[in-house]
T-cell receptor
Framework: AQKITQTQPGMFVQEKEAVTLDCTYD???????LFWYKQPSSGEMIFLIY??????QNATEGRYSLNFQKARKSANLVISASQLGDSAMYFC??????????????FGKGTKLTVNP | ETGVTQTPRHLVMGMTNKKSLKCEQH?????MYWYKQSAKKPLELMFV???????ENNSVPSRFSPECPNSSHLFLHLHTLQPEDSALYLC????????????????FGAGSRLTVL
């Protein structure tokens, strides 16, 4: 079974500073994908970044980067130059990458990020 | 319209009512998903439909009845619900294709917030 653990219920960061949101995972699948989603108060889950377990380099998307450490089973999200609009819930998720599978996502409990002006 | 649209955004119902949630995607995806988001719990996958066929039922009580008439529309029919069913119900769409196709990034709607009295 897969499991995602996000140990930080809430995080605070000053505007324009960087912040790291922690995520550890557990799986027995040989290939898997790791995702981060953002959920503002409006409710919609917004995809931020993806890392495949077979990828050699850490993923980056604009101000978002994923610090992937496979041996430690961690996939931390780094947000650089935080903005007020980054205040939201952030969810780490994973899915197995099995041929023909439905690739259902399993989510962590989330981290509430608050960016202070 | 683009993306994934869910209606209604808010719904209040009694335990004896029958109501339905609707989801529509305009992304040309093949699969659609229902997730339940309760307070302080991880998102829980409820159902998966791939090419209109149900491929996943995550032990959901029969008072929740999904319907997928085509790849663009997904419904969740609700009847004789319990107060503990109050939650945010999120619909998503994606293209699962197995690991050779890369990541299946789900696109979510804004959710339907259900309150059962």
């Amino acid at each position: 079974a897969q499991k995602i653990t996000q140990t930080q219920p809430g995080m605070f960061v000053q505007e324009k500073e960087a912040v790291t949101l922690d995520c550890t995972y557990d799986t027995s699948d040989p290939s898997y994908g790791l995702f981060w989603y953002k959920q503002p108060s409006s409710g919609e889950m917004i995809f931020l970044i993806y890392q495949g377990s077979y990828d050699q380099q850490n993923a980056t998307e604009g101000r978002y980067s994923l610090n992937f450490q496979k041996a430690r089973k961690s996939a931390n999200l780094v947000i650089s130059a935080s903005q007020l609009g980054d205040s939201a819930m952030y969810f780490c998720a994973m899915s197995p990458l099995t041929q023909g599978g439905s690739e259902k996502l399993v989510f962590g409990k989330g981290t509430k990020l608050t960016v202070n002006p | 319209e683009t993306g994934v649209t869910q209606t209604p955004r808010h719904l209040v119902m009694g335990m004896t009512n029958k109501k339905s949630l609707k989801c529509e995607q305009h992304l040309g995806h093949n699969a659609m998903y229902w997730y339940k988001q309760s307070a302080k719990k991880p998102l829980e996958l409820m159902f998966v439909y791939n090419f209109k066929e149900q491929t996943e039922n995550n032990s959901v009580p029969s008072r929740f009845s999904p319907e997928c008439p085509n790849s663009s529309h997904l419904f969740l029919h609700l009847h004789t619900l319990q107060p503990e069913d109050s939650a945010l119900y999120l619909c998503a769409s994606g293209n699962p294709g197995g690991y050779l196709s890369g990541a299946n990034v789900l696109t979510f709607g804004a959710g339907s917030r259900l309150t059962v009295l």
